[in-house]
């Protein structure tokens, strides 16, 4: 089991890049140059020198995955969660509850609610 503990571990709008199941299809995760690079939070975060969504002052914003129902739930619920716990602590949290590999897919079109009593 690898060892994900580390802010290059989650993404600028707080999922746990290292344990998506695209990591295995070879995606290194928006910080090591994966992903996509128009994504809207990557580059507002980027712009703004902000490590991620949970810091920024405008959250929750209505952009980028903040906008679209399919993922909207699943990111405010991981920035809250490192709002919370912080960045290793939620990674934990993730971890425990979805081991080594998650499919975000599998969380589409759920809200924020929702997703973070599953955490």
């Known amino acids: 089991m690898s060892t994900v503990s580390s802010l290059d571990s989650v ?3 707080g999922l746990v890049c290292a344990i998506c199941r695209r990591s295995d299809d070879g995606c290194p995760g928006c910080r090591s140059g994966g992903g996509n690079i128009h994504c809207f939070q990557r580059t507002c975060c980027e712009g703004k020198r902000l490590d991620g969504c949970w810091q920024c ?6 952009q980028g995955y903040f ?10 619920a991981c920035v809250q969660g490192i709002r919370l716990y912080g960045v ?18 599998d969380f589409r079109f759920k809200d924020a609610g929702a997703i973070r009593q599953m955490l």
């Open 57 to 62: 002052i405008d959250f929750p914003c209505n």
């Open 11 to 13: 993404g600028y709008c």
């Open 88 to 105: 290793e602590g939620f990674i934990s949290r993730a971890r425990r509850r979805f081991g080594d590999m998650v499919a975000y897919e």
């Open 67 to 76: 906008a679209a129902d399919e993922w909207r739930g699943l990111c405010l």
